[in-house]
């Protein structure tokens, strides 16, 4: 069974850094997309950032320059970088991937920033 998993979430300081993982287990396929997605409470889900296998990436205009997405070689493995995290960055992080055309999601990992 193919699934999506994410980790590296945690509580951290205002200014703090914290590098998710998301991968993908189960599948002899690699992705053809990886996202990482945050949903705050009461808000609606937002994309955070994105890679494809060729390579380019897109964020969020919330978290550029703070944030970086990357990949491993197998495209199987997501992380992202975060850095200079603020409150409002407090969120529920879900990692979203592309396998033969199939849309996953894991089951989110807690990022919270507090002092």
């Known amino acids: 069974q193919v699934q999506v998993m994410e980790s590296g979430g945690g509580v951290v300081q205002p200014g703090g850094s914290l590098r998710l993982s998301c991968v993908i287990s189960g599948s002899i396929y690699s992705a053809t997309a990886m996202s990482w997605y945050r949903q705050a409470p009461g808000k609606e889900r937002e994309m955070v950032a994105g890679?494809?296998?060729?390579?380019?990436?897109k964020y969020a205009d919330s978290v550029k320059g703070r944030f970086a997405i990357s990949r491993d070689h197998a495209m199987k493995t997501a992380y992202l970088q975060m850095n200079s995290l603020q409150s409002e960055d407090t969120a529920v992080y879900f990692c979203n991937a592309f396998v033969r055309g199939h849309s996953m999601w894991g089951q989110g990992t807690q990022v919270t920033v507090s002092s």
């Open positions: 890679i494809v296998s060729g390579g380019n990436t």
